[in-house]
């Protein structure tokens, strides 16, 4: 079905009539959910709500073990899974699903465990969640009723209404299955409506007419009743599609949810970035300023990789190219791709010019050829690995620095996961917040390359065409005169 675009003004026609109201009941129900939440990301920008939370970057027995110990009663597993192939992504989420069995068992603490997967619906759907209920089920004494589907995400502009998924652009809302995201060579969709989005990704298997969608009249009008009775009734694993524009939304889901929890009802979730944060009873957090993030005894300028190709990110990388004199930029040329020993060799001299420049205090941007990368086949495997391969190089780059940045920004959800792990070695990072809504920031672990570095992840599709510049600028500021300023 072809839904069409509407003007970002039809969500004034939702009214919020008792937020103090709403607040004050979720934080009565959040008390008695004496559960561990875990959040499975499949890259580390599930964390842009969050802050004061730990990621891990590995999922052993021993990581979770520290998690559940944690006085905090949510943290985040980095799976990557984005990047891997199917079964890569099945054997990945198979381990950790036998993991927090072992580990909950060990402890005697229940669990909620989120699946947070992109805003704009790309990813291994529903291969993730229907493998984590397959083990658990199998391992353990759960039942999984359902699974609720949530991709609302307000800082970056996506909006479920009338169960359609919409993306923002400017003023206007546009239907997720015309977006850019839904062309991915990988993760392509063609459903904006998420009843048939969900029936288009299990191939047919789950239909339309068996989800149970939670309007937004049901929400709004406080229908407590109505939501409980649709949850309580769902069975056999079928989806439950959340509509939601605004926080307010999910707040009032997760009252009526908790209630069903209580009566020993289970789901899995399938959700964006807001859901952890409302569950979780993250409290808010200013955006972090340049005194919060940057240390005065580093004088070495930072580095921004930018290896997101959406749209968003280009005309982000152009604005910073035409307006900000004081950073240097290197193109990394991803056609040495197709040559033996290519990428290499690039490395090789993208490092040195870099190295050369950051020692000088200017900060540099790398950033990958706008072209597009011509992979000659149709196997979404292969074309993935050619991806994986440029991304690797580039991630190799900060992986053979010497020489310590004032900060590093990485622009997409492969690249910052890849550059945080593989080469920035962390295991274990704690969210220090977000620098522009939805943009987090992690303070590395000790155990890192570059220990107590500020890192910024920025997803390639959120922010405005001027934020990646923004940040950028209000980073490399020198002198206490213009902390002043933030």
Same mark, same amino acid.
């Given at each position: 079905?072809? +839904?069409?675009?509407?003007?970002?003004?039809?969500?004034?026609?939702?009214?919020?009539?008792?937020?103090?109201?709403?607040?004050?009941?979720?934080?009565?129900?959040?008390?008695?959910?004496?559960?561990?939440?875990?959040?499975?990301?499949?890259?580390?920008? %599930?964390?842009?709500t969050?802050?004061?939370?730990?990621v891990?970057?590995?999922?052993?027995?021993?990581? $979770?073990? &520290?998690?559940?110990?944690?006085?905090?009663?949510?943290?985040? $597993?980095?799976?990557?899974?984005?990047?891997?192939?199917?079964?890569?992504?099945?054997?990945?989420?198979?381990?950790?699903?036998?993991?927090?069995?072992?580990?909950?068992?060990?402890?005697?603490?229940?669990?909620?465990?989120? !699946?947070?997967?992109? !805003?704009?619906?790309?990813?291994?759907?529903?291969?993730?969640?229907?493998?984590?209920?397959?083990?658990?089920?199998?391992?353990?004494?759960?039942?999984?009723?359902? +699974?609720?589907?949530?991709?609302?995400?307000?800082?970056?502009?996506?909006?479920?209404?009338?169960?359609?998924?919409y993306?923002?652009?400017? !003023?206007?809302?546009?239907?997720?299955?015309?977006?850019?995201?839904?062309?991915?060579?990988?993760?392509?969709?063609?459903?904006?409506?998420?009843g048939?989005?969900?029936q288009?990704?299990?191939?047919?298997?789950?239909?339309?007419?068996?989800?149970?969608?939670?309007?937004?009249?049901?929400?709004?009008?406080?229908?407590?009743?109505?939501?409980?009775?649709?949850?309580?009734?769902v069975?056999?694993?079928?989806?439950?599609?959340?509509?939601?524009?605004?926080?307010?939304?999910?707040?009032?889901?997760?009252?009526?949810?908790?209630?069903?929890?209580?009566?020993?009802?289970?789901?899995?979730?399938?959700?964006?970035?807001?859901?952890?944060?409302?569950?979780?009873?993250?409290?808010?957090?200013?955006?972090?300023?340049?005194?919060?993030?940057? !240390?005065?005894?580093?004088?070495?300028g930072?580095?921004?990789?930018?290896?997101?190709?959406?749209?968003?990110?280009?005309?982000?990388?152009?604005?910073?190219?035409?307006?900000?004199?004081?950073?240097?930029?290197i193109?990394?040329?991803?056609?040495?791709?197709?040559?033996?020993?290519g990428?290499?060799?690039?490395? +090789?001299?993208?490092?040195?010019?870099?190295e050369?420049?950051?020692?000088?205090?200017?900060?540099?941007?790398?950033?990958?050829?706008?072209?597009?990368?011509?992979?000659?086949?149709?196997?979404?495997?292969?074309?993935?690995?050619?991806?994986?391969?440029?991304?690797?190089?580039?991630?190799?780059?900060?992986?053979?620095?010497?020489?310590?940045?004032?900060?590093?920004?990485? &622009? %997409?959800?492969?690249?910052?996961?890849?550059? %945080?792990?593989?080469?920035?070695?962390?295991? &274990?990072?704690?969210?220090?917040?977000?620098?522009?809504?939805?943009?987090?920031?992690?303070?590395?672990?000790?155990?890192? &390359?570059f220990?107590?570095?500020?890192?910024? $992840?920025?997803?390639?599709?959120?922010?405005?065409?001027?934020?990646l510049?923004?940040i950028?600028?209000?980073?490399?500021?020198?002198?206490?005169a213009?902390?002043?300023?933030?």
């Amino acid at each position: 079905m072809n +839904e069409a675009s509407k003007d970002i003004s039809i969500l004034q026609n939702y009214v919020v009539t008792q937020e103090k109201e709403v607040d004050e009941a979720l934080k009565k129900q959040l008390n008695k959910l004496n559960r561990k939440i875990i959040v499975l990301d499949d890259d580390p920008t %599930g964390i842009q709500t969050v802050n004061e939370v730990s990621v891990y970057t590995e999922w052993s027995k021993e990581s $979770i073990l &520290k998690g559940f110990k944690e006085k905090n009663n949510m943290f985040f $597993i980095l799976t990557n899974s984005r990047a891997l192939t199917e079964a890569e992504t099945a054997a990945v989420h198979k381990e950790i699903a036998e993991n927090i069995v072992w580990v909950s068992r060990e402890t005697g603490k229940e669990f909620i465990l989120i !699946s947070r997967g992109d !805003s704009t619906l790309r990813g291994h759907f529903p291969l993730e969640t229907k493998t984590l209920r397959e083990e658990i089920e199998k391992n353990f004494d759960i039942k999984y009723s359902g +699974e609720i589907i949530m991709p609302f995400f307000k800082e970056g502009g996506r909006y479920t209404l009338d169960n359609v998924h919409y993306v923002k652009y400017d !003023s206007s809302l546009v239907p997720a299955g015309e977006t850019e995201f839904s062309k991915d060579k990988t993760f392509g969709f063609s459903s904006s409506h998420l009843g048939e989005w969900c029936q288009e990704k299990s191939n047919g298997k789950n239909k339309v007419q068996d989800m149970v969608y939670i309007t937004l009249e049901d929400l709004r009008s406080h229908n407590k009743d109505v939501i409980i009775k649709k949850l309580l009734e769902v069975e056999n694993f079928d989806k439950i599609i959340v509509n939601a524009i605004d926080y307010y939304d999910v707040k009032i889901f997760t009252n009526c949810l908790i209630d069903c929890i209580l009566e020993g009802k289970e789901f899995i979730y399938r959700t964006a970035a807001a859901f952890p944060k409302i569950i979780g009873g993250v409290n808010h957090k200013d955006l972090l300023t340049r005194k919060d993030i940057i !240390s005065k005894d580093n004088s070495n300028g930072g580095i921004i990789l930018v290896g997101s190709h959406v749209k968003k990110t280009t005309l982000q990388l152009e604005y910073m190219m035409n307006n900000i004199q004081e950073i240097e930029f290197i193109e990394f040329d991803v056609s040495k791709v197709s040559e033996e020993g290519g990428l290499e060799s690039e490395v +090789e001299r993208v490092l040195k010019l870099l190295e050369s420049t950051v020692l000088d205090g200017r900060t540099v941007t790398v950033y990958t050829s706008r072209k597009l990368l011509q992979v000659e086949t149709e196997d979404k495997n292969k074309i993935l690995e050619a991806s994986v391969k440029i991304s690797n190089s580039l991630v190799n780059i900060i992986g053979k620095l010497s020489v310590r940045p004032s900060f590093i920004i990485a &622009k %997409g959800g492969i690249t910052s996961s890849d550059v %945080g792990t593989k080469a920035l070695q962390v295991k &274990k990072a704690k969210v220090m917040g977000q620098v522009k809504p939805g943009i987090p920031v992690w303070m590395t672990g000790d155990e890192s &390359k570059f220990p107590e570095m500020p890192y910024v $992840i920025f997803p390639g599709n959120v922010g405005e065409t001027s934020t990646l510049g923004e940040i950028a600028e209000m980073l490399i500021e020198k002198g206490e005169a213009n902390d002043d300023h933030q």
